[in-house]
Structures are given as structure tokens and as C-alpha cells.
């Protein structure tokens, strides 16, 4: 990039008086005390809202301190398909009744994916690419393992993600679930999820889609899209503090088809008729197991509330705009020290996180974590920026690439 | 009770009066608008402490807030098993390495039980009795559905709970893991955990124990007993709050043999190695499986030092003084009115919590919460009396066992 073009680009400062979003900002907690000067690492674990103390507070003492028992039959045994019904309508383009929030990712994933392959009968093969992260890999190593099920390894551009035309030829009348990330943990890759849901479920398998990396970031349309399952997880862009519980999407069409096989009280029919025998619940509730986090649900709410008042629209916009600008402040001041952008350049092909790529990010990663510039680091040595597009700014952009590019400066 | 008996009877004023816990009670959070009158569920919920809504805030803004994703580095990659070894030291007569913290209860005892059936080849019998809490007989309905296992049904004493004499005829070397509660959720029969963990281990199978209704209110030894597995919730006498994160203790002797089925990236040797297969961690951490709930566990670890400090002796002290007291006075002011104590006379053979039966229970119970006595109902007509050691009050027994009298009378 020139210097002609440099001037082009509009400065941080203009982004930021400019942007619509800007005050949203004011919304979430800052430590005072110089802890933190550049958050980019929203995709791992979003910032807590200021309202959040304040709510677990007046939820210890309002509800759980002063309802005690009686919270349950007054309100949380509704919890979690109430505040799954909202990250739903909001988030997910899912009318109600489809989306439970409790559990782990994992144990979410390992219960929709078991799920399906037992209601496949005579589908064998999981369907999942190599990049995928770790853990839905090695939950269907799992599964795979235990139901004597093959795993059909998608090989596609790990610098993007999967694409239809990855999928050909690995698909067929064998195929239980095809499992994939909506955005690429590593690369942001955005994949094209009604193409390649409309190309799984035309090969009589179903699709189970996670959403870790897009909700909240990235508009879903599930329903539109005719997605069969999904998952994902509320403490990256959902906000919803450190393991904070999970939510499943179970498209309405497959609610009687399938059985999860984790067979907790919580899913059943009368969960305190004490009965003899597990009958399920009807609906998106046969997918609950155990006693729902309750307590652990609260911070998200507010989230997905504030993310409701601005409109995932907006919510994407900015999202562009931060990584458009990451993107060229990576490539005017990193890519000259011998930085790799390992994300698409395309926006239509990108989530809210770019990953950069450089021998001594490890290194780098530990430096700026001491001078309070939060980025992450996935082996072997990516650096990933993640904006969250309504608690960062670009002033803040900014000085993280700089203060990326002093770090490595340093150690070049 | 002629009326010499009951002149010689302590008053709750006397009893609380030289009550050496008396002082505990000031811990805990008590609304101050006449919402609460008795509370006598602290078994199925226990009230919060007054530290925990700052315990909360701080976390919210000390850690979440203002470490931000360093957290997981710092500290709460820890959490689960550093949490657990207080619990086991604390509570479990459990030497540290054996415990960790995460999931449901449901879906702990989905993992071990699996684990047991997996790791026991050969055998192809699961032990529990009918009257175990339905959330461990559905689990097992499951796991014996998937894996072609049998149940083998303890007929016990729904009244008291499982002896040692139940099981005569029932184990073999056909049985791979017997899964018992040591105190039964409805008559709050305690039992016998030693004779029974040697009777099964000499039998060749595996011991589970659902500690849910005794983990900080009966003294444990797993440890000395031989236990092999055990789960429990911390939402009762450890105070976590609604849906907090249950506990797994894996004896270390079976850590390396035995393998649970849903493998997270929490669960493997290298979780951020983002390695191509699953390796599963040494130790207790192969127990995990998603990212934990740290924000969830939080409330609990507060209660586990109220508890180390007066000691698990001085707390079952308390606890038994108090199921006497409540059975005294329902035998003198229920039992007239035609309602059954359900539970065990003899103090070695009970643990916190007293159940009643009358047919009118159901009815009493929803006009008792209006009037802010909390107990809990269980079908089919059983009213639980919960007596938590560190915030129960005689006065508390004495006003809640007046007020059950008092609204069964008006339907009488």
C-alpha cells in the first residue's frame, strides 16, 4: 500500500466518531486500572456487560435468596427453552421452540451428533473436516469409536474453510451427519451454509452446524436454511462469562425423529412425577439432561437483549468494517515483517476474527499479553484478532496491530 | 409423647441457645421482607451466602472483567480440579487428584456409568435399587438400552433404603457397577457405605455412590471405604445455586483403566495443542470434557471453607440433633393427625432430611409456600423436612413443623 492510498483510508479516530454503534460500547465493563488497553479476543471470551454484577447480584438475593425453591416452579424450569427461545428469534433466525441452552458445547455436540447417527439407520459415515475444532473432532473420534461409525474427512484449504465443491464425493446414501463450523475457529472462514445445507440434506443426511464462531457476530437464518442441528457456544460474542453454559438448535421436523442418549431427569416427560421409566419430554426439552445452570444463564441474557435492541444487521456491518480494517492494518504494517494473513480477504467469506501468521507469534502473544493488548495464539503459530463488533473500537483496532508489530519488531 | 415427655423436652429457644453453630446461621443471606419464615429445603436448595453476591461481582470484574482471556492461563484452567480437591479433602474423605467440577449431575453419572460398563468387560449387569432418584434410573435405562446391558433391580425398603442384605443374590460376576445414593433423596435413609462398597469390590464390581443428599452434611471416607466412583450435585449443602455444576470422584486406582465416552477438548492431554486426534489427559482431568463452568463454581467454593472451618464432625452433630428434634415434634403434632414418618427412627441410619406422608401433603405443601415455610413435595404424597446443618435454626423446625401442622388441620 502506498502512501497515497494511506492517506485514503480513513484514521481510527474518524471510524470511531462515525460509527452508529459507537455507544454501545459504553455498555460493557473496563477495568480502570490499565489492565487492559486492547481487547481482541472477543471470538474466545467476550467482556463482561456492566449490568452483569448487578444482575447476578439482584439474582442471588431476589430470586435464588428470597424465592429459594419455589424459583423452580415460578420460573426456571422454563430457563433454559425461554432464554433459548430468545438466542434463537434474535441470533439464530429459529421461531420458538427449537433452541435449549444448558451443558457444555461438548457434551451438546456429543448428544445431537449421537442423536443423529442412531436415527440414521444404515448411514454409517460422519462426515467433518480436518479443521474443525478440536473438540468436535474429538467428540466424533468418540462416537465414531463407539458406534463403529466411519469418519469421512473433509480436506479443504485450512487458510478458509469448506466449500460445497470440498464436499463432493463425500457425500452419499452411507452419510449419517455432515458436522461443520459456520466460522472457521482459526481462519474466520465464513462458510456458505444454505448451499451446503441444501447439498447435505439432498444426500439424505443430516446437518449439524456450529455456530461458536457466528452467533452473535455473523445473522443466521437456521429455519430459512432448513438446518437440522446445531450448537454453539454464549461466551464469545454472547457475552455470557468464562464456560457459561451452551445451546442446542434442533430443527422442529427432527424433534420426534431423534433421541438423545443422555437420559436425565430434566428431559423427561414429568421430570417430578418420579416416575418408573424415562419417557421423554415432547419437543426441544427431550434434549435437556440435568438440573439447568440456572445461575450461569443470567449474564447472557442481557447480551442477547442489547443485541436485539441494535439488530444483527448493524451487528454484522460493523463486524465488516473491523476486520476490513484489520485486514489493511495487517497488511500495510505486518505483512512487510514477513506476516501471513491466513484469512479470506473476501468479507462475504469472513466471520469477526482474522488470524495472522508468524514464526514468533507464540513469543509476541506472551509480550502483549503483559502490556494488556489481548489477542490469542493457536499452534503453530497463529495470532487471531478478534472484534466484537459492539464492544471494540477502532482506536483500539489500531493499537493492537502496532502494538503487534513493536512486539515482533523487537524480536526480528 | 405423654406431656411429662414433652416438659422435659428442650425448647428450640434452649436448643439454639446453646447451639455452638448457632453463630454459622449469620452467614447466609436472609430476604428481609417476610418472604422467608422456615426454611426447610435447604436439601434440595440451599440458601446463598451473604459473601456471595460480592464473591460474584468480584469475580464479574476482578477476574472475568479485567484478566479477560489471561484468566484461563492464570488460574482457571485449574478451577475444576482445584475446586474438586477441596471438595474431596473437605467433604469427601478424599485425598487430592480424584475430583473434579463441571457438567450435571445427570450427565457425570452418564459418563461414569459408562465408563464402568465399558471398562468391566465381560459383565453386563447394572445393580440400582427402585426407589433411587429418577435421574440415575433413567441415565442407567439408557446406558443398558445402547449397550445391551441389564438392569438388576434392588427391592429394598422404600421406607428406609438399601442394606447389605438386599443385595445377596443380586451381584455376580456378571455385575460390572452397582449405583447407589448414600442418603435416599425421599426417607433421607443413610447407608451403609462401607459394608456395601467391600460387598460389591468383592464381588468383582464397580461402586458408585450419588452422594447428592449427604456431600456436606454426613461425614465421607470414600477414600477408606474403597469407593470407586462417586458423583454429587452442590446446589444442596454446598450452597452453589440453582443448577451449579456437579463434582466426579474417580478413585486414582481406576483412573488409568477406566475411559468416559465423551471426549471434549478438556478432557485431552494437550487442550490448546489442537492436535490432529484425541489423547486423553492423565489423571482425573480425562474426566472432563467441555470448557468448565468457572463463572457457575464460583458461589460453592465459599461454603466448602465454611464448611472446613467448623469441620464435617460438628456438622453432622448439628444435623443429627436436628432430624431428632424434627422427628420428636412430628411425632408429636403430625403423627395424631394421621400423617407417617417415612423415614429412619435411628439417627446412624438417617442423614439431613425427614420425610412425611399424608395423602393431603401436595395441597399443604403450595399453601405452605404462600405462608413462606418451604419444604419440598415428592409423589406421591411425601412432604421433605430439609435440615441444613450450618443455616437451620430449631426455632426454624419448631415454626415450620407448627405451620405444616396448622394448614393440614385447615383441610382436615
Known amino acids: 500500500m502506498n502512501s497515497v492510498q494511506q492517506m485514503q483510508r480513513p484514521t481510527s479516530a474518524e471510524l470511531d466518531a462515525a460509527d452508529p454503534l459507537a455507544g454501545q460500547r459504553e455498555a460493557f465493563y473496563a477495568p480502570s486500572d490499565g489492565q487492559l488497553t486492547a481487547y481482541l479476543d472477543g471470538n474466545s471470551l467476550g467482556r463482561p456487560l456492566k449490568a452483569t454484577s448487578a444482575k447476578l447480584a439482584s439474582f442471588v438475593e431476589d430470586a435464588w435468596g428470597s424465592r429459594l425453591i419455589r424459583g423452580w416452579d415460578e420460573q426456571w424450569m422454563d430457563e433454559p427453552t425461554a432464554v433459548g427461545d430468545r438466542i434463537g428469534v434474535v441470533t439464530l433466525g429459529a421461531a420458538a421452540g427449537q433452541v435449549t441452552v444448558g451443558d457444555s458445547t461438548s457434551v451438546m455436540l456429543y448428544k445431537l451428533i449421537r442423536a443423529a447417527v442412531d436415527a440414521q439407520a444404515g448411514r454409517d459415515e460422519i462426515v467433518v473436516d480436518r479443521d474443525n475444532f478440536p473438540t468436535d473432532r474429538f467428540i466424533i473420534e468418540g462416537i465414531a469409536a463407539e458406534k463403529g461409525a466411519t469418519i469421512k474427512w473433509v480436506a479443504s484449504n485450512p487458510a478458509s474453510g469448506v466449500r460445497t465443491t470440498d464436499l463432493e464425493g463425500l457425500l452419499s446414501e452411507r452419510t449419517a451427519v455432515v458436522v461443520l463450523s459456520h466460522v472457521a475457529y482459526r481462519s474466520g472462514f465464513l462458510a456458505d451454509a444454505a448451499a451446503i ?216
Chains 1, 2 share one sequence.
Open 197 to 412: 445445507t441444501a447439498m447435505v440434506k439432498e444426500a439424505g443426511a443430516l446437518m449439524l452446524w456450529d455456530l461458536c464462531h457466528s452467533v452473535g457476530s455473523v445473522p443466521l437464518e437456521l429455519d430459512a436454511w432448513g438446518v437440522d442441528l446445531a450448537v454453539g457456544c454464549t461466551y464469545k460474542y454472547l457475552n455470557g462469562g468464562p464456560g457459561s453454559p451452551a445451546f442446542a438448535y434442533v430443527n422442529a421436523s427432527q424433534q420426534d425423529r431423534l433421541q438423545q442418549p443422555i437420559w436425565g431427569w430434566m428431559g423427561a416427560d414429568n421430570p417430578f412425577g418420579m416416575t418408573e421409566s424415562y419417557a421423554p419430554a415432547r419437543g426441544i426439552r427431550s434434549f435437556i439432561t440435568g438440573t439447568p445452570p440456572v445461575l450461569a444463564m443470567q449474564p447472557l441474557k442481557d447480551m442477547v437483549e442489547l443485541i436485539a435492541s441494535v439488530g444483527m444487521e448493524a451487528v454484522r456491518e460493523k463486524s465488516i468494517k473491523l476486520t476490513e480494517y484489520a485486514v489493511a492494518l495487517a497488511e500495510d504494517i505486518l505483512v512487510p515483517l514477513g506476516v501471513e494473513i491466513v484469512s479470506p480477504r473476501n468479507t462475504a467469506e469472513r466471520g469477526s476474527h482474522i488470524t495472522v501468521d508468524h514464526p514468533l507469534f507464540g513469543e509476541v502473544t506472551r509480550t502483549l499479553w503483559e502490556r494488556g493488548v489481548i489477542p490469542d495464539f493457536r499452534p503453530p503459530h497463529g495470532l487471531r484478532i478478534g472484534l466484537s463488533p459492539l464492544s471494540t473500537s477502532y482506536a483500539e483496532v489500531e493499537l493492537g496491530v502496532t502494538a503487534i508489530r513493536d512486539a515482533l519488531t523487537e524480536l526480528l
